[in-house]
T-cell receptor
Framework: ETGVTQTPRHLVMGMTNKKSLKCEQH?????MYWYKQSAKKPLELMFV???????ENNSVPSRFSPECPNSSHLFLHLHTLQPEDSALYLC??????????????FGEGSRLTVL | GIQVEQSPPDLILQEGANSTLRCNFS?????LQWFHQNPWGQLINLFY???GTKQNGRLSATTVATERYSLLYISSSQTTDSGVYFC????????????FGTGTRLKVLA
């Protein structure tokens, strides 16, 4: 079983749909992250959760709504998205930097297409 | 905030050649990682190397934290090495965010 798993791997949705991305980590980490990677752009940090509490929201539009019910699971709820939101969404986890090694591990990504 | 620059932005190699990728950062860091993003988008951990030198097979990395740079060496490159290589550092300003460089896109030709 891989350390960080993301589902679905591919998602196509219309602008009026509501969908969710799911991430689960099996590494015993306490911090989880959502990153966005658009074509030909660097990785953008969206949200950080530490021990289930959101510690970072990088000015992300409200049509993206994160949820972290426990230290092992992270969701990204999507609603009324725009075509420019099409991107690769990457989940990651780590021990929280400053406490331990803080090495970052990524899931395989969810490739989202908004029509 | 901290700036992370990678060079070169693009690199094309013939199979079997060696290469050096560079990561410069503008401030002190506690953590530094190198990743390889494969054609399917997954980021694979290569090295966690806040300082010193590490080797793993044909790949090795060196970080000189006092001079604010890290190098990734790829020897005897193979077509499977193609992809984008990122370095990422942890900002020590208090938010402990991982900051990514813009990457080096490597293509290895058979």
């Amino acid at each position: 079983e891989t350390g960080v798993t993301q589902t679905p791997r591919h998602l196509v949705m219309g602008m009026t749909n509501k969908k969710s991305l799911k991430c689960e980590q099996h590494l015993g980490h306490n911090a989880m992250y959502w990153y966005k990677q658009s074509a030909k752009k660097p990785l953008e940090l969206m949200f950080v959760y530490n021990f289930k509490e959101q510690t970072e929201n990088n000015s992300v539009p409200s049509r993206f709504s994160p949820e972290c019910p426990n230290s092992s699971h992270l969701f990204l709820h999507l609603h009324t998205l725009q075509p420019e939101d099409s991107a690769l969404y990457l989940c990651a986890s780590s021990h929280y930097p400053g406490q331990n090694t803080g090495e970052l591990f990524f899931g395989e990504g969810s490739r989202l297409t908004v029509l | 905030g901290i700036q992370v620059e990678q060079s070169p932005p693009d690199l094309i190699l013939q199979e079997g050649a060696n290469s050096t990728l560079r990561c410069n950062f503008s401030d002190s860091v506690n953590n530094l990682q190198w990743f390889h993003q494969n054609p399917w988008g997954q980021l694979i951990n290569l090295f966690y190397i806040p300082s010193g030198t590490k080797q793993n097979g044909r790949l090795s990395a060196t970080t000189v934290a006092t001079e604010r740079y890290s190098l990734l060496y790829i020897s005897s490159s193979q077509t499977t090495d193609s992809g984008v290589y990122f370095c990422a550092v942890v900002d020590t300003s208090g938010t402990y965010k991982y900051i990514f460089g813009t990457g080096t896109r490597l293509k290895v030709l058979a």
